[in-house]
């Protein structure tokens, strides 16, 4: 049987191609593999092999942009490539064991995902960049720029938090009236998928339900890997803490965030202080970005404009 999210792939993926990304998979290091998405004009082909030679260091500033639990990449970013790509370097990797991304290393930590994006753009040429992460990938975007702060600019987070604290997954998890992290994130059926959507946007749309049951299938992969993932997220209360980042950090928000809401993204803004500022969305839950494209890719670019390379 046809499978419906998996016959619209070539579509999107021809049109982020006219966008000016291309795919390019590369080896981390051994038994450690990422898929990335990558600006067509850093491979140059050998000549008469039509194979990409060792990407060239790119010319314009880098943006790398970081998905979340539900989908990988190119799906969570197909909205924003084209709105970038004129100006900047786009860089999108499917994370560890999302979208063909694999290791047999068993860290299963935010930081090893983030240790693991910066050694793939190290081997792409690029040595400073602007993270911007939605959700889990928020989490390792924020991990990148504590560990790697010489070479990060800023950094942009959408509906995440630096650190999933006991306190904060529980009670996020009572009010949403979930049991566990897996229940939420790995649903196992369409009603399970249905009730993620709708605490992830601010106006859920009506699709049938084959179409929720073939994205299951098709994005849904790995899921002991995953269900790793989501324990080793989460720190306990003593052991949290909320990182000096010598940078600019940028809270776009969409206003209806069920998942981490409004006032949670202010109070971290007063908690990081001065670097950070914050935008909220109206109209706009947990998936700002895919509800809201137009406004978060203009205040994504205001602020992206603001940003100095090479001081």
Sequence with gaps: MVNFVEVQKPLLYGLMKIAGVVPYSLEIEPGTKINFWVPKETLKKKS??????????????????????????IVTWQFQVGALSKKYSVYIPDLLFFGGSYSDNPDRSPAFQADCLVKGLRILGVDEFVPVGFSY??????????AYPDMVRAIVVSGSIPTMTNTINESSLNRLG??????????????????????AVHKPLWFPNRLFKDYIEIMFNNRKERAELLEAVV?????????????????LWGESDQIFDLELAKNMKEQLGEKAS?????????????????????????????IHYDD
């Design 278 to 306: 914050i935008e909220s969305i109206k109209k706009a839950g947990h998936l700002v970005h895919l509800e809201r494209p137009c406004v978060y890719n203009r205040r994504l670019k205001k602020f992206l404009a603001s």
């Design 178 to 199: 979930f049991s566990s992290s897996t229940e939420l994130l790995l649903p196992t059926s369409v009603k399970g998928l249905k009730a993620l959507f709708t605490i």
């Design 48 to 73: 008469g092999t039509g194979k990409p030679t060792k990407p060239e260091k790119r010319k314009k500033p880098a943006v790398l942009l970081i998905h979340g639990f539900a989908g990988e990449g």
């Design 137 to 146: 990938g928020g989490m390792v975007a924020f991990k990148i720029a504590e």
């Design 235 to 251: 720190v306990s209360n003593k052991d949290a803490k909320i990182p000096l980042f010598p940078r600019k950090i940028h809270f």
